[in-house]
T-cell receptor, first 109, second 117 residues
Framework: GQNIDQPTEMTATEGAIVQINCTYQ??????LFWYQQHAGEAPTFLSY??LDGLEEKGRFSSFLSRSKGYSYLLLKELQMKDSASYLC??????????WGAGTKLIIKP | TAGITQAPTSQILAAGRSMTLRCTQD?????MYWYRQDLGLGLRLIHY???????GKGEVPDGYSVSRANTDDFPLTLASAVPSQTSVYFC????????????????FGAGSRLTVL
């Protein structure tokens, strides 16, 4: 079966760095998305990885290791507005997104 | 502002009644999707449409139907609602490739919160 594992909840301090891990098992692989979802709002696109390595985009970076079925999202210089859920979604062989339950990130002053 | 419009924002529905959730996009995206989101679970695909005139079943299609008469609209119908269909429903759309990322990026609507009693 297909499976996505992410921590349910994480807490970090404003100004710090946090890494949100995601491990996955899918039938085939065609890339992996990270989305951000604020409470009561729609998910919004953050990053996409299809090759191994790190993709950097401002304060956010995303890493992928296809051989390990592993990705992480790195958030630097945390701001209160980063309090949200972060959704990991690999793409399977049918080009369908398989969504994790998300990691709720709580930022404390 | 271009994007996806969903209606209604929220609805309380008696079990056994029918309901149509509306979804309209103005980005001329070929593909559209309906997901449900429940606490503790990932987004689950209900139905999708790769292009106008075609639809397909997702992971949890039972109790739901869709139509795609044109590019812009993708309504989701519950013929006879049951309490297990209480959820937040998200409509999304995508084009074949995003020029910036090279990926099939989904754009989501704001969601429709449905409570079936």
């Amino acid at each position: 079966g297909q499976n996505i594992d992410q921590p349910t909840e994480m807490t970090a301090t404003e100004g710090a760095i946090v890494q949100i891990n995601c491990t996955y098992q899918t039938s085939g692989f065609n890339g992996l998305f990270w989305y951000q979802q604020h409470a009561g709002e729609a998910p919004t696109f953050l990053s996409y990885n299809v090759l191994d390595g790190l993709e950097e985009k401002g304060r956010f970076s995303s890493f992928l290791s296809r051989s390990k079925g592993y990705s992480y999202l790195l958030l630097k210089e945390l701001q209160m507005k980063d309090s949200a859920s972060y959704l990991c979604a690999p793409i399977d062989s049918n080009y369908q997104l398989i969504w994790g339950a998300g990691t709720k990130l709580i930022i404390k002053p | 502002t271009a994007g996806i419009t969903q209606a209604p924002t929220s609805q309380i529905l008696a079990a056994g009644r029918s309901m149509t959730l509306r979804c309209t996009q103005d980005m001329r995206h070929n593909a559209m999707y309906w997901y449900r989101q429940d606490l503790g679970l990932g987004l689950r695909l209900i139905h999708y449409s790769n292009t106008a005139g075609t639809t397909g079943k997702g992971e949890v299609p039972d109790g739901y139907s869709v139509s795609r008469a044109n590019t812009d609209d993708f309504p989701l119908t519950l013929a006879s609602a049951v309490p297990s269909q209480t959820s937040v429903y998200f409509c999304a759309s995508s084009d074949s490739w995003d020029s910036g990322t090279g990926a099939n990026v989904l754009t989501f609507g704001a969601g429709s919160r449905l409570t079936v009693l």
